[in-house]
């Protein structure tokens, strides 16, 4: 032994002893291990079978709490991600977690703790137990739809990003939030979503459609009377329009302001209350504005045959009557509509003199522009002047009185009418009978025609 050997005393003293290795026989040495095998193999399965048994049922019990332990979490606000979908959502409103009774909250640095009680005080708190403080619920989940701060530059942290911990002046944070606009806007946001899911109410887009079906309903209701006002005057020939017809409907007025006027009157006087509440609501007088009728005349082709048409389209209102303005609005408005004005042939005017001057007039200012464009006085504005200085003549006055006792003699009792078409029928002359039947062959009509007047006075 060296003397590196030798590292203590007792070494010295220690004897040598030879281990001789004893060799043994392949076949002995395979019946031995299948000896210890046979005979232990009975009690370590046993007890494989005992301790899995244990590890198993530990598992389970400890899966079945974690389980509960989730489930009783699930609505944690402090877990809410902003990729939920609105059924999630709305279970996070609806079913956010609340602590029981037993409950113990950690305390803080400061060893205060969270006061239950605050969770009645102020309804859109919420206690997180993952992040151990509180948040607004609806801020977390409907407030990053919403900009706070002057500029909208401000990041919100305490209660929606970021729990608050620190419970010294809790209650002054609270109240704080609560202040909030974007808080308060969050809140109304939140209700509507609420409201919305459960069916409560519609969403935005049902409720304009709604809004709009309840104005059309409305606008219709106000219109009904004001038209069948104005069929009545037409089919008793009465006129529309009177001699003053500025001011309110409502209200004594001393005069006469027309018989529309006055049959709007009658019938909120009847107990139209739908036309009173429209009347009375009226903020402006739609008949003080100056507007004039836009129409055009053209050829159209129809089946490979050429007709001519005439059509309305828009009434155009005007500020200034001066002959300029006037043609400056209405090449604008033909402008408006799409039509090429260098194919512009003919110009229909009345007789005024901001219309039809030779200088000045709206007629002479277009021609400026548009050479081809003839001015040509209105037959029916002509036709009119004509029927108005008629009427000064007695002979023609008479005469007009006349044809409508006749008209009317008819008009009141579908009786003498149908006497009426029975003796037309009976004329021997079939070209005279045809054009007392012209138009709708209707005893109205008859006597509104030029020839059929004629003939009636012949026969």
């Not at 899966?63 to 489930?71: G, P």
């Not at 509180?134 to 990053?144: E, N, R, S, T, Y």
């Not at 509507?192 to 409720?207: G, T």
């Not at 001011?247 to 007025?253: F, K, Q, S, V």
């Amino acid at each position: 032994m060296t003397l590196y050997e030798m590292k203590r005393i007792e070494d010295y003293f220690k004897t040598k002893t030879s281990v001789k290795k004893k060799k043994m026989d392949p076949e002995q040495n395979v019946e031995l291990t299948a000896d210890i095998d046979v005979a232990g193999s009975s009690g370590v399965q046993e007890a494989v079978k005992k301790s899995s048994a244990d590890l198993a049922s530990k598992e389970e019990t400890l899966s079945c709490k974690l389980s509960e332990f989730k489930e009783k979490f699930r609505f944690d606000i402090g877990l809410y991600q902003r990729s939920l979908s609105d059924s999630e959502k709305h279970q996070f409103l609806k079913n956010c977690w609340v602590p029981d009774r037993q409950y113990q909250f950690p305390p803080s640095d400061r060893n205060l703790t969270f006061q239950k009680k605050w969770l009645n005080e102020f309804p859109w708190l919420a206690y997180s137990h993952e992040k151990c403080g509180a948040f607004c619920k609806f801020c977390v989940i409907f407030a990053a739809n919403f900009e706070a701060g002057k500029g909208s530059h401000v990041t919100l942290r305490n209660l929606v990003k970021t729990p608050l911990t620190k419970w010294k002046k809790a209650k002054e944070n609270f109240h704080d939030h609560e202040c909030r606009q974007y808080h308060v806007r969050v809140c109304e946001a939140a209700q509507n979503f609420m409201s919305i899911f459960e069916k409560r109410q519609d969403d935005i887009v049902m409720q304009i459609n709604a809004g709009r079906k309840v104005q059309v309903e409305e606008n219709r209701k106000k219109l009904t009377p004001i038209i069948k006002t104005v069929l009545f005057c037409g089919m008793e020939g009465l006129p529309l329009r009177g001699h003053n017809e500025s001011g309110p409907i409502l209200g004594n007025r001393e005069g006469s302001d027309g018989k529309f006027r006055a049959l709007i009157k009658f019938r909120v006087d009847a107990g139209d209350e739908i036309l009173k509440h429209h009347l009375e609501s009226a903020q402006t007088d739609i008949s003080g504005i100056e507007q004039f009728s836009l129409c055009v005349r053209y050829v159209d082709q129809i089946d490979e045959k050429y007709a001519v048409r005439e059509d309305f389209l828009k009434f155009v209102p005007v500020t200034d009557l001066r002959g300029a303005s006037l043609a400056t609005v209405l090449l604008q408005s033909l402008n408006d509509v799409g039509l090429d004005l260098k194919k512009m042939r003919g110009l229909g005017f009345d007789g005024a003199a901001n219309m039809s001057g030779a200088f000045n007039g709206c007629a002479a200012k277009i021609n400026e522009q548009y050479t081809n464009a003839l001015y040509v006085h209105c037959a029916n504005h002509s036709l009119n002047l004509a029927l108005s200085h008629s009427c000064s003549v007695s002979d023609i006055k008479n005469c007009i009185g006349t044809l409508k006792s006749v008209i009317t003699f008819f008009r009141i009792s579908p009786k003498k009418e149908a006497v009426l078409k029975k003796h037309i029928e009976n004329i021997d002359n079939e070209e005279r009978r045809k054009r007392l039947l012209f138009a709708k062959r209707d005893g109205r009509n008859i006597l509104m025609q030029y020839r059929g007047l004629h003939l009636v006075i012949q026969r």
